[in-house]
């Protein structure tokens, strides 16, 4: 007996003693580089914020077309706002409406960089007007903050982008590389735009170092146990696949149903799918997350963080707990769109569904309609692909000159802040660019911005001046 409890209380040392000793050396990954002053920025800059929310550059939805003019006055209203961008830099009109600068840079044998950032928005959601505090398009100012659609997604990056590049300009500035800019049309509704100006740079044999696109934000108190900001920094995106489901059976008259319907199997397809969801997992970038974010946090914290040989199940549970930890750990189902029946009392012969996956890095478009087929195991089900979709984006490696630009720019900018890479779930423009580069960044320099494509979008002008001090920091760390 004594033995056993001797036994049991050098297991429990030991075990202390590892976790320990993988506490103390999960050591902090912080860049050791000081916040600087901010720059000086005009309040012209703001205005001309305002001005670009004004203008409605609304993508629609596929069916319905844009309206050129907007378009074309926004490219009017860059050229006049921005005279010496336009007077210094190269301009492509892409697919009409989608623009390319390109702005030399000192080492014309150094690999190039891409800013980007999306001149569309998307439309107020119809019978939600008067639920806006505000006019979402008159650019308006109130309590330090910029409301409008637009303000975060993103022609905050946009305008900052080229506020940031003109007083570069203004200074004699000349960038160390050659920087593009890449500002897509139609980002909200597939990017073609930014697919045909990736394709461009592709043909023109282009190898970018950095390319640098909306994504993560700097988010303060989200983050247990950690009172300082964060800047998410995304290093890879999901992949994204719709999935139809259709059954086709003899209906008929409701009043002598048979056992099973087009409706019932389909139903029931749709809850096998449900009720097996995949496999969470870290992918990479959430590993590096952990890495990053864990040796910042409270002792226990810590801890768990730095034994994940032990608290990996404890801590995918706690992601699971919420709808956006989920979509971290695992491909999600979405059941988006369901039709079947016209009539009350006609049982009808086609039901269909469609079903959204946000896929994880790891797993493909191909893996994922495998395993879908072999969950539903219902040949009656006809499964079949959605003509858009695209696999995982590759991740971006943390020790590499584009995510160390980013982690640079991030900490000089915005004092304290603690720099996190991440997985971005939503889509962004920059995942047409695999070919351009293999280190693409999501990352808009905003402080929590508020209304992503909902009521009330805005952010505070302290945080748009901010991102203009984020861009010039980046261009002027280039080496
Ligand atoms: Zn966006």
Redesign the pocket.
């Known amino acids: 007996m004594k033995k056993i409890f001797l036994l049991l209380f050098i297991l429990v040392i030991v075990l202390v003693g590892v976790l320990l000793f993988n506490t103390l050396q999960f050591k902090s990954k912080q860049l050791d580089i000081e916040g600087e002053p901010s720059p000086e920025i005009s309040e012209t800059a703001v205005e001309n914020f305002q001005k670009a929310i004004r203008i409605k550059t609304i993508s629609f939805g596929d069916s319905i077309p844009l309206d050129t003019a907007q378009f074309y006055g926004f490219h009017r209203f860059l050229e006049s706002t921005y005279p010496l961008v336009h007077e210094k830099l190269e301009r492509e009109k892409v697919k009409d409406y989608s623009l390319l600068y390109k702005w030399h840079g000192k080492n014309p044998n150094a690999n190039p960089i891409v800013l980007m950032a999306?001149m569309d928005v998307v439309p107020i959601e119809p019978g939600t007007e008067s639920v806006w505090s505000v006019d979402p398009f008159e650019g308006v100012i109130e309590n330090d903050t910029i409301w409008g659609r637009g303000t975060a997604?993103?022609k905050m990056s946009l305008i900052a982008i080229m506020e940031a590049i003109e007083k570069l300009l203004a200074e004699n500035f000349v960038p160390e590389r050659t920087i593009y800019l890449s500002f897509g049309h139609d980002?909200e509704i597939g990017g073609h735009g930014a697919i045909a100006i990736a394709a461009l740079l592709e043909s023109r044999n282009i190898k970018a170092d950095l390319v640098l696109d909306?994504g993560g934000i700097i988010t303060i108190d989200k983050i247990p146990g950690i009172t300082q900001p964060v800047a998410l920094v995304g290093t890879s995106e999901k992949g994204y696949m719709s999935l139809q489901l259709s059954v086709e059976l003899n209906g008929g008259h409701s009043s002598m149903p048979a056992p099973e319907t087009a409706i019932d199997i389909l139903i029931n397809a749709i809850a096998r799918l449900r009720a097996n969801p995949f496999e969470a997992d870290f992918s990479q970038s959430t590993k590096d997350f952990i890495q990053y974010i864990g040796p910042e946090q409270p002792f226990l914290q810590k801890m768990v963080f730095a034994n994940q040989w032990l608290f990996k199940n404890t801590i995918v549970g706690i992601y699971e707990k919420s709808p956006g930890g989920n979509a971290m750990v695992r491909t999600t189902i979405a059941p988006t769109v369901i039709n079947a029946g016209v009539k009350d009392n006609v049982i009808p012969t086609l039901a269909n569904a469609v079903i959204n996956f946000r896929i994880l890095p790891g797993d493909t478009q191909e893996s994922v309609k495998d395993r879908v087929v072999s969950v539903i195991a219902d040949p009656r089900v006809k499964i079949s692909k959605l003509s858009f979709g695209n696999d995982p984006s590759a991740v971006t490696p943390v020790d590499g000159f584009g995510f160390k630009l980013v982690e640079t720019a991030a900490r000089k900018t915005f004092d304290k802040v603690i720099v996190a890479p991440f997985l971005m779930v939503g889509a962004?423009d920059s995942r047409h660019f695999g070919k351009v580069s293999d280190q693409i960044i999501k990352f808009s320099p905003m402080n929590d911005p508020i209304g992503f494509h909902g009521i009330d979008e805005r952010i505070s002008v302290k945080g748009f001046k901010d991102g203009i001090g984020f861009y010039q920091q980046l261009i002027k760390s280039i080496k």
């Open positions: 999306h997604d993103d980002e909306e962004t």
